[in-house]
């Protein structure tokens, strides 16, 4: 039996269903998820064999059914999550071979949220080992658990990480929704080049609990939908307040309806600041981002051009953040499992790739977490941490907001995916994209589809102020009803020249 198969099994156990449930009334959200699953194992499993999802439940129409029964708001809604996020039907792998034994049957807050909203966990998505903090010679979307994650747009090509199933399943159609998380582009840039939206959230909206982490500065979990209705539904659903991450404490006080007003939101008079430089290299990207520009234009937008140059010292300093606390989190999180003969240190984790090298590090080593594991000065790490939050927040987005008189930035998210290449990594083009700053800072950014490049979806961002979550997600819904583009779909193919 193979890995994905033996979760599956372990998830029907955990989740035996009542005569109720196998006989009740017809359901359509029992349905929707029937042919979901039926749509796993046509196009992740086998065909195109996408390897967005490690693991599903056969169980979950029976629970839509019944979410849908007791009129709860999600009314059965099937949501696929992370492998970094626990649930309790599953083990939490990050993708590693040495966490393939993680099943603590606890739920992290923010699925105990979903639940009682009436979402259905469907199944958990594959992603970049251990969230792409590994090594810098990575590929995107590959873990030893699940292999690697195919693009439904070309299958040759990559599916962006870290979050890479949860954009792949969704643009696949596999579930209503999936649940990302966020480091540094790891929701928004898997949603841009699958043709999807993604919200990563302001941090502290979210609780991370029994999340495995990186960094407790900037780790967020987020939405990754096809509308951004969608997403300001599932974001009302896991949003709030969470005793065990300090973070979240103001939260309850700002969860809302995220999709109250989302539907007659107007542009007219609205300042945005446009990020000229940060639109790149690429003219047939430029002149797509110009295009979207004009459809916010046309229904009354002010566009404010803005030439800014990042201070560099807030990557540097960033980066410092992250190789400190992924040691000391990661640490917190391995001590917390309950199994046993489990990996309870970073030192643990490297010494468990070392000693399953031909599995683990064929495609890439663990130079970071090596860095990460030295990486012990603490006045280092407090001076360079508030480095980074004033100039990427106070510095960097509140001043462009101020100086510009303006209420939202824009910039395109990403340019088109590239081939997919284990033997040399990953191949991004740098000078496409703004999201670092909201992600040192903790600002919220919101990705939607803007076209696509030769059949390969771009997106656009829109940057807010901190806790401005529901009025980013107000822009996006109104520049996804302006969006005169067309947007490409799904091939299920491996990448071809498009005919002219």
Not at 360 to 372: I, N, S, V
Not at 451 to 480: M, N, Q, R, T
Request: hydrophobic share 40%; net charge negative.
């Amino acid at each position: 039996m193979n890995a994905k198969a033996s979760l599956i099994v372990l998830a029907l156990a955990s989740a035996p269903l009542s005569a109720e449930d196998r006989v009740g009334p017809p359901s359509p959200a029992a349905e929707t998820a029937k042919a979901q699953i039926e749509r796993i194992e046509a196009l992740d499993d086998a065909g195109p064999t996408l390897n967005a999802v490690i693991a599903y439940n056969p169980g979950a129409p029976a629970l839509a059914a019944q979410a849908e029964r007791n009129g709860l708001p999600l009314v059965g809604r099937t949501v696929l999550v992370k492998d970094n996020i626990e649930t309790y039907e599953f083990p939490t792998t990050a993708g590693s071979l040495a966490l393939a034994n993680n099943r603590t049957v606890r739920d992290a807050p923010m699925i105990d949220r979903l639940r009682a909203a009436g979402g259905v966990v469907l199944g958990k998505t594959n992603l970049s080992e251990w969230a792409n903090i590994r090594s810098d010679s990575s590929t995107s979307g590959w873990s030893a658990i699940g292999g690697l994650t195919r693009n439904p747009f070309a299958t040759d090509r990559n599916s962006c990480g870290s979050s890479s199933g949860s954009g792949a399943a969704v643009a696949a159609g596999l579930a209503w929704a999936a649940i990302g998380t966020e480091t540094n582009g790891s929701i928004t840039c898997p949603a841009s080049i699958n043709g999807i939206v993604g919200f990563k959230p302001s941090v502290g909206l979210v609780s991370r609990t029994h999340v495995v982490p990186i960094s407790s500065t900037q780790d967020t979990p987020g939405p990754m939908t096809a509308s951004v209705w969608d997403a300001a539904m599932l974001l009302g659903a896991i949003a709030g307040e969470d005793p065990a991450d300090p973070v979240t404490l103001t939260a309850q006080n700002r969860v809302t309806d995220y999709t109250a007003g989302l539907a007659d939101y107007s542009l007219q008079g609205v300042r945005i600041g446009v990020m000229r430089k940060q639109v790149g290299n690429r003219e047939d990207l430029t002149s797509l981002f110009d295009q979207a520009l004009a459809d916010m234009r046309a229904v009354g937008a002010e566009l404010v051009e803005i030439e800014f140059n990042p201070n560099q010292q807030m990557y540097r300093d960033s980066f410092t953040v992250l190789m400190f606390e992924l040691r000391e989190e990661m640490g917190k999180y391995l001590a917390s499992l309950p199994g046993e003969n489990m990996p309870r240190s970073l030192a643990d984790l490297i010494a468990f790739n070392k000693a399953h090298a031909s599995e683990e590090m064929r495609w890439f080593g663990q130079d970071l977490f090596e860095l990460a594991e030295t990486t012990t000065d603490r006045e280092a790490y407090e001076t360079a941490r508030e480095n980074a939050l004033r100039i990427a927040g106070e510095e960097t987005l509140d001043k462009l907001l101020a100086d510009n008189d303006v209420q939202f930035l824009v910039a395109p998210t990403r340019g088109p995916t590239w081939v997919s290449d284990l033997v040399n990594g990953d191949n991004f083009n740098g000078s496409i994209g703004f999201g670092s700053p909201a992600a040192i800072a903790g600002f919220p950014h919101l990705t939607v589809p803007m076209g696509a490049i030769e059949g390969l979806p771009v997106g656009i961002s829109f940057f807010g102020a901190k806790w401005a979550d529901h009025e980013v997600l107000k822009i996006g819904a109104a520049y996804e009803r302006a969006r005169s583009a067309v947007l490409a779909t799904p091939s299920f193919k491996p990448w071809s020249p498009a005919e002219r």
